[in-house]
């Protein structure tokens, strides 16, 4: 980092502050009295919520064993008729294992333009919020870097509900590395622009298919 | 409305906006929806009252000691890849964005919606030194195509109805790109499918993207950008190199403290438990993401809000926009009367501080309200916007008014007339005896309209105290 020089904003800016603080009281600490979580610990009332959530915000929501996730997935593929799935490193080989379809891989990393002519994506996810039907990627294994789940239309992502689901955003924040890019995913692209009435679909996947496995 | 002086400045441009009656019913319409919904969202959380609590201190001790976090905030933005950038003002800011895109070659930005880079007015600088910014928020889009102005924090396009928004797609797309589809109607679904397929190649040829900031976490250098569309991770993903202006107040200490913003703003702002999509960054990272990242941390006027006692508390705003959504005074005149891109009540005590008092829209602004305090029952970081307007209305009458200097003559009269009870009885005394010649109406203009609807009070025929000295 460079010194800046004396007299510049930097100085001016941080020396406008102090002046304007100096002579201000300490404030009250901050009390964290508030909850950490709004639901009682139970895993199988956490999931129903996580799934009740995540369709209330137009997430179209699937539920099965590990055993039968391959099967579901080729049906998922096989009924939206995509041709091509972008897979990004990480994904199970056997997540792959009832679908034929055409993977691209993003490697060597793919162009905007060759992510948009792509028809579905395929990730995990590093966590999944229950409160607020949220998805949490953080370009962990599985889930690509952030462009691979933003230009295709279709996003499919698979939770492990056994270690992946947490109730609140209080439990959520100290399981993810700030270092690390991170998108939160609550519901497909919406906006409420128009007289405040919302509309899912704009400029991020318009559909979002969540399979919740476990 | 009158024009009659009532010792407080009018509010000008209001005026002209409680007549239009297409927009008073869209307002209307748009503000009475969200508010029944945020009041859901909020009453979800049975410890609302204690999350607020908190967001409240965090940003007053967060404001208390704000060269400490942003100097730690520098530390890790640049310990991460990025850069950072001090603008003491407006035009500084805009210099810096403007040779920053300059210096990658190119002449066109894809922006996110952000209040500050509005405020800076920074699409005109760049398009100044022939930069071309294209909006990329839907409310923002219908804004810049209709050669509009935004008239709401969280929706700048509220002031507009559906059928508006078509007629602006249908004539104005072609204009600045891939136009509109032929037939195009008038349901949102179909405009936003508009908006889509208009923006898309902007997006992915876009080499340079700009942004705000609804959070930045000092400790550990990452900024947060809230939103719904994805047009705010297109551009925070796809260019080559992110400028991000964001204002000095916007940073929290700790990244823990997100654990309570996170739960305050969406469901103040959109009313919903989480919006779609939220993008955390830190610096660059390899392979994913502009490769480019710069922060333009940006005063403008904060610091003179900080030295204010009263006042630095509406500096706590987390720009949900609840406050307008319940204003009455809002509701009727509109964003645009408010004259500044931060309308309704935050705006009614942010515009004045940052900008200081000196035109005659912006002395206005801290009497542009009833003091109702719905505002202030909303706040998702409790400004007591009452408080700073009242405060803000003192800072306005002290600079000296004609009407108020005749307000204080009058009051000092009083004030002589009642410590004097042998003169006040006397005048008392005159008082009744020329009843009969007092007037219906008062003379001058000015009183003369206080009087078109009032009757003045009449007098009795003895003061009381002479009355009570007999009858006793």
Known sequence: ?214 | MSDTYLGMPSFPQAKASTRDTRLRANLTHATRTIRDKRARAVAELDDWAQLREAGKRIKDRTLRHLDDHLVQLEQNVTAAGGTVHWAADAAEANRIVADLVKATGEREVVKVKSMATQEIELNEALAAEGITAYETDLAELIVQLGEDRPSHILVPAIHRNRGEVRDIFAAKMGEWGRPAPEGLGDSPAELAEAARLHLREKFLRAKVGISGANFMVAETGTLVVVESEGNGRMCLTLPETLISVVGIEKVLPTWRDLEVFLQLLPRSSTAERMNPYTSFWTGTSDGDGPRNFHLVLLDNGRTDTLADEVGRQALRCIRCSACLNVCPVYERAGGHAYGSVYPGPIGAILTPQLRGTASAVDASLPFASTLCGACYEVCPVAIDIPEVLVHLREQVVERDGPGHRTERAVVRAGSWLLDHPAALGAVERWASRTRGLHPRRLPTAVARAWTDSRDLPELPEAPFRDWWRKSR
């Open chain 1, 1 to 214: 980092m460079t010194v800046p020089a004396k007299g510049s904003s930097r100085e001016r800016i941080l020396a406008r502050i102090r002046a304007a603080v100096q002579d201000a009281a300490e404030p009250p600490p901050v009390l964290r009295d508030y909850r950490d979580s709004h639901q009682p610990d139970d895993p199988a009332r956490l999931l129903d919520l996580l799934a009740a959530n995540l369709a209330d915000y137009r997430a179209v929501v699937h539920r099965c064993t590990g055993a039968e996730l391959p099967a579901v997935i080729g049906r998922i593929l096989a009924e939206r008729g995509s041709r091509t799935l972008l897979v990004p490193d990480g994904v199970p080989e056997d997540w792959l294992s009832g679908t034929a379809v055409e993977r691209v891989r993003d490697h060597p990393p793919l162009a905007p333009d060759r992510l948009d002519a792509v028809d579905s994506v395929l990730t995990g996810c590093a966590l999944a919020v229950a409160e607020t039907g949220t998805i949490v990627l953080d370009a962990g294994p599985g889930q690509g870097r952030r462009a691979l789940t933003l230009v295709p239309d279709h996003h499919l992502c698979v939770v492990r509900t056994a270690d992946q689901v947490v109730a609140s955003v209080p439990q959520a924040l100290p399981r993810l590395d700030p270092s690390r890019p991170q998108t939160w995913i609550s519901g497909p692209s919406a906006t409420s622009d128009i007289e405040l009435d919302r509309v899912e679909g704009v400029h991020g996947p318009r559909t979002l298919e969540v399979v919740l496995v476990g």
